[in-house]
């Protein structure tokens, strides 16, 4: 029932186990497992079970994307920073400087 790709496995498992953490659903409907020389738990029903899966399978793609899109922008996200925080700076010795 865990995902078959490997980096998404952890999430699914830790979904699982809030789920029962948190007693969102009856603790009755989760078995309890070993992953990861851990005891978690895992849902036994089988409409939940498909609706984690494509939950963590659509936000592992959308991760990815989003992380494409960053590898390909080099170091530009952090010249913005450097750029806005030599910005208040700059505002800073202005309010001093008017006596703000």
């Known amino acids: ?11 699914e498992v ?7 953490v948190r007693r969102v659903y009856p603790p009755d409907l989760f078995i309890r497992r070993k992953k990861y020389d851990t005891p978690v738990f895992q849902s036994r029903h089988p409409a939940l079970n498909k609706y ?23 170091d530009f996200p952090g010249r913005i920073r450097t750029s806005l925080a030599g910005t208040r ?3 800073d010795r202005r309010d001093k400087e008017q006596g703000g």
């Open 89 to 91: 700076r700059q505002g």
């Open 14 to 20: 830790a979904i699982h186990t809030i789920l029962y």
């Open 1 to 11: 029932m865990w995902l078959n790709k490997p980096k998404n496995r952890p999430v």
């Open 52 to 74: 984690i899966s494509g939950a963590v399978k659509t936000i592992g793609e959308e991760l990815a994307l989003v992380s494409h899109c960053f590898s390909r922008l080099g």
